[in-house]
């Protein structure tokens, strides 16, 4: 009987939690591909996209531990600590698409790149919409008289600014810390010039709205 109850449990906390495993696994795949990939080909030429997932989970991990301790976040510092150090970290899990642009490099059959780089992509991009989701639903307890797409909206969009600055100007969300004023200055001049950017806007407003259009698809599923 005792057996029986822990399975109960062990079913349980699996059905509540099916989609954090499945991603978990997911995770999983894309570094078993990516470590035949080194084998077979003898380098390390996509090794850089265990990086790239992990500041795609940065933010996840962020939202995760804000739920799990919500006293600590009654304070008005820390909560909006966190949420600023999520928002800058958030562009790290749509970036990863932009690592398909590297799909030529070979050393393996491009079929087989493909798997690598789209998992790794597709885990960042769930990591990414599964804290958007939490952060979500902590920013809608803290300001409930604010509509839910008032803040998932400007995110997509900053997201997609903050990927074009990654990829295109080569900034990561340390160059805040380590190089702050360069990083605004052409932050600056991306506003302040909008005609002379219109490829950083054109990208921008792509990205924000494909992430848009693609959160409503997973948005129930998420935890």
């Known amino acids: 009987m005792r057996l029986k109850g822990i399975f109960r449990l062990i079913r349980q906390r699996v059905a509540k939690n099916q989609q954090r ?52 976040i009654n304070n008005r510092l820390t909560w909006y600590g966190c949420f600023v150090a999520w928002l800058l970290f958030i562009p790290n899990a749509p970036y990863i698409l932009t690592d398909l642009f590297h799909l030529f490099d070979g050393g393996v059959p491009l079929w087989f790149d493909l798997f690598v780089i789209f998992s790794f992509a597709w885990n960042g991009m ?28 400007p995110v997509m969009f900053l997201c997609g600014m903050g990927v074009y600055i990654g990829r295109y100007l080569r900034y990561n969300s340390w160059d805040l810390v380590k190089d702050p004023l360069t990083l605004l200055g052409d932050m600056r001049d991306i506003v302040l010039h909008p005609v002379e950017n219109r490829s950083a806007w054109a990208f921008t407003i792509c990205m924000g709205v494909f992430l848009s259009l693609m959160y409503p698809l997973v948005k129930k599923q998420s935890i």
């Open 21 to 72: 495993y499945t991603l978990y696994f997911s995770i999983l795949f894309s570094l078993a591909l990516l470590c035949y990939r080194i084998y077979h080909s003898g380098t390390y030429l996509r090794v850089s996209l265990v990086w790239n997932l992990f500041l795609a989970y940065v933010p996840f991990a962020i939202t995760r531990w804000m739920e799990k301790h919500p006293a600590e």
């Open 126 to 153: 769930m990591l990414g919409y599964m804290s958007i989701r939490s952060m979500e639903h902590l920013w809608s307890a803290r300001h409930t008289r604010w509509p839910a797409w008032l803040f998932t909206f």
